[in-house]
Every structure is written in C-alpha cells, then in structure tokens.
C-alpha cells in the first residue's frame, strides 16, 4: 500500500505571494492532518479534515487554510506569507476510529525570501 | 497543559550502548503516546506507541517505559546502531471530543540522537 504522499516536495517563495501544498493520504484513510515543523517551534498541528470537514484547528492565523476533496486527498493554503512560513509542512493520515496511529508523509520544504 | 517536554535535546551513544530518551507530560488526559523517528528530509514515522494501562511496551530493540503517577515516559534503545541515529520525538493524544475526528498529537521539542561507531 503507498504511503502518504505530499507535493511538491519543495517550493521557494516570496513574501506576499501564496501557495498551496497538496497531500494524498494512504489509501482508505479519510483523516488528513497538517503539521509545521521548525527548527525553533518543533512540529506543531495546524488543522485536520475529516469527510471535507475542518474538524480541528490549531493555534495558526487565517492565513493558514485548508480543504479536503470527496477522495480524502487535502491541499493547505498559505496567503500573503512570511518569511516566519518557512518550514517543513507535514501532512499525517489515518483511519480514525479503528486506530489512533498517524502516518506522515515526507513534507513540503517551503522557503520564503 | 497540553505541553510534552523532552530532554535531552541530543545525545551521544557508542554502539552497542542504550539510548535513554525522557518525556513528561501534564494532561492528564493524554491516553495515547506515540514515539515518532525523523530522519533528514523525511517525515516522522512511528516506531512504537504505549497506553497509560501498560508500564512498559517493547519491540526488538525499543522499549518505552511508562510511569502514569509521574506523568512521565521514557524510551530505551538498547544495544544502539549507527543506523538508529535520527531526531525521535515523543507525543502524546487524548480522545476528540468528536468522535469522528483524528486524535491531534502534541509533539515533545526532539532529541537528536547520534550513535557512534
């Protein structure tokens, strides 16, 4: 079974610009998590979508969105970003319900200039 | 409260030697803690994962040790390998109020470990 795949694996940006990142979980899984991983901050949650539902919300400004589609595959957007966004977007999927573990794909390498 | 803290934040082992790794926790309704292992440029993959009615879960070489009157957890690598040299992150969950959600994990900050040949 493929894992969770996230695209594209890196992207450089300017401050202001947006972007968005895409997230493909593993097949059958319907959760999909998105985490920020720094170097100073660690890996903090962001939001989850369940069933194109946000279900959960970090502490994040607005600018941070997200979406999940009818196949469970899940974009996050980014507006008018900073160069504090740098960092490695991680996206986690799982089952829900029958099991509590989440699996995480190999992030989004994001830098803004 | 929804904080996990780790130490240390790196470590060095010889081959062959035991990685202690420590986490503790104050929520107490954190039921779920998972051990994660990142190695460069991938992202955190599950090692090993225990639940507070257990004291200790092992798997060949992992071990975690959990003490729930302490609120701590700990993960012991024994006979360690230079291959095993990564950033671990311990974390813990607690049942959503939705049902229908996933558990949200909160992260420890990492330990970098690296075991020498």
Known sequence: KAGVTQTPRYLIKTRGQQVTLSCSPISGHRSVSWYQQTPGQGLQFLFEYFSETQRNKGNFPGRFSGRQFSNSRSEMNVSTLELGDSALYLCASSLVRSTDTQYFGPGTRLTVL | ?117
């Open chain 2, 1 to 117: 409260q929804q904080q996990v803290k780790q130490s240390p934040q790196s470590l060095i082992v010889q081959k062959g030697g035991i990685s202690i790794i420590n986490c503790a926790y104050e929520n107490t309704a954190f039921d779920y803690f998972p051990w994660y292992q990142q190695f460069p440029g991938k992202g955190p993959a599950l090692l090993i994962a225990i639940r507070p009615d257990v004291s200790e879960k092992k798997e060949g070489r992992f071990t975690i040790s959990f003490n729930k009157s302490a609120k701590q957890f700990s993960l012991h690598i024994m006979d360690s390998q230079p291959g095993d040299s990564a950033t671990y992150f311990c974390a813990a969950t607690s049942r959503p109020g939705d049902a229908g959600s996933a558990r949200q994990l909160t992260f420890g900050s990492g330990t970098q470990l690296t075991v020498l040949p």
